[in-house]
């Protein structure tokens, strides 16, 4: 088989740390992009254990960046081609609408979208003239579900959701495939070390402060089933090794298309009042 070179970002920790072994395993020559340098030695050191890191080229690279953009284009010409891109850099940010400000909106949606696009327009050409590849982007349930205190997270992937939609028609006459990865809840640090909160919403003076507290003690809850993050990092695999991609959406994780088909099919009352009923115990 022809060796494939795959491009991920944010491949430093969770899903895009599990993915990079999952696909040097799997013969791909990766291309580790982190924005923190000084945690490829820890990406080396993993790889070593399944003696896959000689198929691993890492790089800095910070999506937010225009001047790490500007390195990446250059690196990239290193390489005979880019078969794959896997769109995976990304961080969560809650908080109330009310209490989150606009540049904190606009610092969710510079590394969950803006990002995302810059790294496709310096990859796109390559795949052009190749006539072949393909994008996966990491989206979430919260691409498709609201959620409250996680509006900038959740609008940042509502966001992404269509822009690969449109992506997705735009590029397939090229010979290229887009695709969006949907996970539930999953054991990854996102979820800690990877969130931020707004500034606000630590006052314990907030108005939203005990609906807050309702919302954590339900994520806690939730914690026993989270599913194992690896079965993420299988999937993108998975569609990385398949030739042309059928569909667009792939969601997993426990619960996620039950979920999807809820929120499509029922009437939005209804689905309030379920909701309610499983965060607060109780109607609204």
Not at 23 to 50: D, H, P, W, Y
Not at 65 to 93: M, R, T, V, W
Request: net charge positive.
């Amino acid at each position: 088989m022809e060796k494939k070179y795959v491009l991920i970002t944010g491949a430093s920790s969770g899903f895009g740390l599990l993915t990079t072994i999952e696909l040097a395993k799997r013969g791909f020559s990766v291309i580790a992009t982190m924005r923190n340098e000084e945690k490829k030695e820890k990406v080396i050191e993993l790889c070593k254990q399944f003696q896959v890191e000689k198929q691993i080229t890492c790089l800095q690279l910070d999506v937010t960046c225009k001047k790490s953009l500007q390195h990446l284009s250059e690196h990239l010409n290193q390489f005979p081609k880019i078969d794959i891109l896997i769109n995976n850099a990304g961080f969560a940010f809650g908080g109330f609408c009310e209490e989150v400000s606009l540049q904190e909106y606009k610092e969710q949606f510079e590394t969950n979208f803006f990002g995302v696009i810059a790294v496709t327009q310096a990859v796109l050409p390559f795949m052009r003239k190749q006539k072949q590849g393909k994008i996966i982007n990491l989206s979430s349930i919260s691409g498709k579900i609201g959620f409250p205190g996680l509006s900038p997270y959740v609008a940042s992937k509502h966001a992404l959701e269509g822009w690969s939609e449109c992506l997705r028609l735009e590029v397939k006459p090229f010979g290229i495939d887009v695709a969006l990865i949907e996970p539930g809840s999953f054991a990854t640090n996102i979820w800690s070390s990877g969130k931020r909160i707004a500034k606000k919403a630590n006052n314990t003076n907030s108005p939203y402060d005990l609906y807050m507290k309702a919302i954590e003690d339900q994520l806690e809850k939730g914690k026993e089933e989270m599913g194992d993050p690896k079965e993420v990092a299988s999937l993108i695999a998975n569609i990385c090794e398949q030739d042309r991609l059928k569909a667009l959406r792939y969601p997993i994780g426990k619960g996620v298309k039950l979920a999807f088909y809820l929120k499509k099919w029922f009437p939005w009352t209804k689905w309030e009042q379920l909701f309610y009923k499983k965060l607060l115990h109780k109607k609204v």
